[in-house]
């Protein structure tokens, strides 16, 4: 039989997973995403609390505060460092003033992360680039050409729409590429 594990005992293991680092304290820890997790069996973190993965952040806060966080709520960290568990450093912002938040510290979606993600997908693709100005500049039916370089005839015309490969078409009208303007 499995020894069920006291609230001491899971407050132990809890924090045997966080290590200094600096000024942070560091989850060494599970995550989900960049978020720190850890397994919270039912009420051990706050009464009421449902047995399963939670944020250890989340955990933290309420054994800190003696209250859970308010629905609607998020913690963000001072420090920025995605590892960090280290409660000097929480502070609690609503939901809705995250994309707010995001913004003023540079977190959203910027043409140079766009440019380092497609770059990256890049990698990984079938065709180059030559091969999809290559796509634009014929006229033959996607199907042919999807046959030709060995993907469908869907990718074909997301690629003469610029769906696909869209920095190719910079400077150009959508229908260049078919000679038209």
Known sequence: MRHQRTREEWLAKLRSLIEPVG???????????KTPVFYCPRNYAFEGSAQGKHSTR????SLDRGHRLEPGSLIRMRCR??????EAHFYVIPRTHQPKEQSKRGELSTPSKRAAVTTQQRKTAKLTLEQARAIRQSGTPSREEGEKYGVSSQTITAIRRGVLWAESTQGASVFSWRGVL
């Open 58 to 61: 989340a955990i933290l806060f």
């Open 81 to 86: 460092n995605d590892k960090c568990v280290h």
């Open 23 to 33: 000024e942070c304290m560091e989850w060494q820890g599970p995550t989900m995403g």
